[in-house]
């Protein structure tokens, strides 16, 4: 009878109708195996030369760039490099397969020396978040920033995880995707030639997708957002009253037409009365004409409607104009402004022309041509009528732009346009890494002289300053026309290049800037993507370093371009501690407000 029951359970056994019954102790060794499976699986499936790469990546994202980085931004970058290393590591190991090489590592031993890999990756890790603290206050020290007693290397690895795992993410679709077209091609197509259409297809796939879908998505809703907040006009935000003023009752572009950045330029302008309490001399009210995006339809009807208020307000009477390309929210630094109308003691009309509602690295990433439409089209409108006035009552013309602002006010003027009749100078600060002109005379610049603070031929044409003001001895003669490029070598807007992913940039070479850590090496891959970073969080730099300008710098770069010298060198000194304090103080409020 015992057997029989042992038989027909043995039979429900077989059959699933009844499991097996196994003691805690066969449990418990059942349980043991399956994690030994899964960890072993985990080890072989590993990429090894991925895991050395993506840590070479990795520890070196930890390394000093040009800006100091809190845990997020850190923690955000390192996963990346991790990503992108390992990544490479992959498509190394499918590229040695796919050429049917014999296999490094025998696979039974695959686990075993894919453990070792990861024993040396992680203590590199360690080893490098440890030093990471060394390195990111040797780039605050430079910068005269406080030192850090913790960068937060758990936070840090933690994002970079979740980064790495986000990227895996996609790199798993990419690799479902292209089997999918393999799988398909492969009915009509030799295996190999099937392979290689499946992943070119897959890439094509995934860039119309990025480019045409996300990329484009993220850019519209980016510009929804910044539109509707230019065209947000607080409750306290009132009209001029004064009828020479941009945006009052009398003037041809109405108060809403001016956007944000625009009535900003307009209301928050100096007066004539600050500028004669700080020079101690008369001094005039200075003229400031803004025509925003929502002002007209065109480019052209925008640049004929600014020609129209500057003479409605009698700018060419003044004895400086200042052209102005803003940059891509249309934000004009009143650090450069305001330095100027000190100096003329007001005696100074300025005008600018919106062009777009996206920051400067921003559109510089996405559309590096963004504005020279609009630049041109200002520049060409308010240079003909004032080449068209008599030689001896024309006001002296300069060009001004910042960022985006400077490579597109490069771009506004064409040099057999001008010929005839140049423009008193230009004062081009922070000019971003993809202005033409910037790098032709930078890539021709005296042999000796740094590729950050450049001396190009006889220096009477164009001249390089920095914190320190230039190189060229003060009693250099200048030509008829004079532009000057202030430029910090900490500011990654202008010395970011994608070519830094394979070759170290010529400003990386001693002698450095004095604004850059001596820690600081560069790196494959890795570089390149740290300034990129650096690029799009250069704004947050401390007064005078970064994509932050000071306006005591501002006003050695005017004193150059306008040759203004009816300045005693101590009112010259305490003009450019007020404004520093000044502009100290606002930068410190819009921190807070943030």
Known sequence: MGNEEDLAKDTQIEHGVLQPQVSADQSTDMVTRSWRRLIRYFFDSLCGAGLVLGTLLFVGSLTPSLFPRSYLIQGILSGSCFAVGYGLGVLGRWLWYYLEL??????????????????????????????????????????????????????????????????????????????????????????????????????????????????????????????????????DSMPPQIATK???????????????????????????????????????????????????????????????????????????????????TGWVDPAAIDSLEYLYRGDVASVAQQYSYLSSPLSLLVDPDYGEETARALFSEIYGYWRSLPEDQRPKLYLHGLSLGAMNSERSADVFEILGAPPAGALWSGPPFVSRHWRNL????????????????????????????????????????????????????????????YREPDWMHAPRGPDVSPALRWYPIVSMMQLALDMLISNNAPMGYGHVYAPSHYINAWMQVTGIQDWPDEDIANLKRALDAERLRSLEENARSD
Request: proline residues 6%; contains cysteine; aromatic residues 8%.
């Open 102 to 235: 014999p296999a490094v590592i025998h696979s039974r031993h695959r686990h075993r020396v894919n453990s070792v890999i990861l024993v040396v990756c992680v203590s590199a890790v360690i080893l490098a978040l440890w030093r990471a603290k060394y390195w990111q206050n040797s780039v605050r020290f430079v910068m005269d920033m406080a030192p850090v007693s913790n960068v937060h290397p758990l936070r840090i690895s933690l994002i970079a995880i979740l980064t790495f795992l986000l990227f895996l993410a996609v790199g798993r679709m990419f690799q479902l995707i292209s089997r999918w077209i393999s799988v398909r091609m492969k009915r009509l197509l030799p295996r190999r030639i099937a392979n290689t259409m499946a992943v070119i297809g897959a890439i094509c796939l995934f860039v119309l997708v990025i480019d045409g879908v996300i990329a484009r998505g993220v850019m519209h809703m980016v510009d929804a957002s910044f539109r509707k907040a230019d065209a947000l006009i607080p409750p």
């Open 246 to 328: 941009t945006g009052s009752a009398d003037s041809l572009i109405a108060w809403s037409e001016l956007g944000k950045a625009g009535r900003d330029f307009v209301s928050a302008g100096i007066t004539a009365e600050q500028i004669q309490a700080l020079t101690g001399r008369p001094a005039m009210e200075p003229i400031r004409v803004y025509v925003g995006l929502p002002a007209a339809k065109t480019p052209v009807e925008r640049a004929r409607l600014a020609l129209q208020e500057l003479q409605r307000v009698d700018a060419f009477s003044r004895s400086a104009l200042v052209i102005i390309t803003p940059t891509g």
């Open 442 to 501: 930078t890539a021709g610049r005296n042999a000796g002289s740094p590729a950050w603070l450049p001396e190009f031929r006889d220096s009477a044409f164009v001249r390089f300053i920095n914190q320190d003001g230039s190189p060229v001895p003060a009693d250099t003669p200048w030509g008829p026309m004079r532009v000057v490029y202030l430029q910090y070598a900490s500011d990654a807007v202008t010395f970011f290049d994608y070519r830094d992913a």
